[in-house]
């Protein structure tokens, strides 16, 4: 379920057959684990060649699913323990989307080694960043690894602004305000259709509902009424509105998927 991006590393590090298929031949140093299976992390952590391990906080296109807070200080417990460094990929999840500057910072004693970001760094300006502890960052030296495009002073600019924008308390204050909106409107939503909704899931402003059948058409049937929303796996339809998104959004876009809920027939 995991979704780390389409280069070839990351669509090895996800595993996700579809993303594979016609880009081989598959690279070996990955190994995937299922949700939840404490037994089998552990055991892959205590490996000699495990170097890392590599998640999301709050899962995007593997079912909008938050990581449980004790989870992510267990992980940041077992790389202590095992010496191996801790991997947040927050390219989703992160620069506000839930409410804190990266999803990680709601639990304390769970920061990670490495972070990786993008998306939301760049305001819709193609930009991305690896974020790392002192400790991992000194044996990255200048001219070490880098890419064509990396660090154009435009992006820089771009992503610069950004940051001074959304890492600001009022903003993230206002994020975490309509997430509570949203979450009430969704969790509504639940409540009056218990026949086709299952739960709500995620968090803040990465957020969506698990149906009890295949969202697709429900996907259609919510643009055919002007409201663009997701599909994910384990049958979620996925919300990630815009940061800036206000109550009124909130209650018109909760209306149309109420009235699209009442039409689709699952």
């Not at 404490?38 to 906080?57: C, G, R, S």
């Not at 202590?80 to 804190?100: A, H, N, P, S």
């Not at 969790?187 to 739960?199: I, N």
Request: net charge negative.
């Amino acid at each position: 379920g995991a979704f780390h991006g389409r280069s070839l590393g990351a669509i090895n590090a996800g595993g996700n057959p579809k993303y594979l298929e016609g880009f081989g031949p598959k690279l070996p140093g990955f190994v995937h684990l299922e949700w939840g299976d404490h037994d089998a992390l552990k055991t892959a952590a205590a490996q000699p060649t495990t170097a890392a391990i590599f998640v999301e906080p709050v899962q995007g296109e593997g079912g909008v699913r938050a990581m449980p807070d004790a989870c992510l200080i267990g992980l940041r417990e077992l790389c202590d323990e095992q010496g191996i460094l801790l991997i947040y990929d927050e390219v989703q999840c992160g620069m506000g989307r839930t409410g804190k500057l990266f999803a990680h910072e709601w639990v304390e004693g769970a920061a990670p080694d490495i972070l990786c970001s993008a998306k939301g760094i760049g305001g819709g300006f193609p930009f991305g960043a690896c974020l790392t502890t002192e400790a991992v960052g000194e044996h990255m030296q200048p001219g070490s690894h880098g890419s064509t495009y990396g660090g154009n002073p435009l992006a820089m600019a771009v992503g610069n602004v950004v940051w001074d924008i959304i890492s600001s308390e009022d903003f993230l204050a206002e994020v975490r305000r309509v997430s509570g909106t949203l979450a009430q409107g969704l969790k509504s939503l639940a409540d009056s259709h218990p026949d086709k909704v299952e739960a709500v899931t995620g968090k803040g402003l990465l957020t969506g509902l698990k149906m009890k059948s295949d969202p697709k058409s429900l996907q259609g049937v919510c643009r055919d009424k002007n409201l663009l929303v997701g599909v994910a796996v384990n049958m979620v339809l996925r919300l990630a509105p815009p940061l800036v998104i206000t109550d009124d959004n909130v209650r018109e876009a909760t209306g149309i998927i109420d009235a699209a809920l009442s039409e689709w027939e699952g």
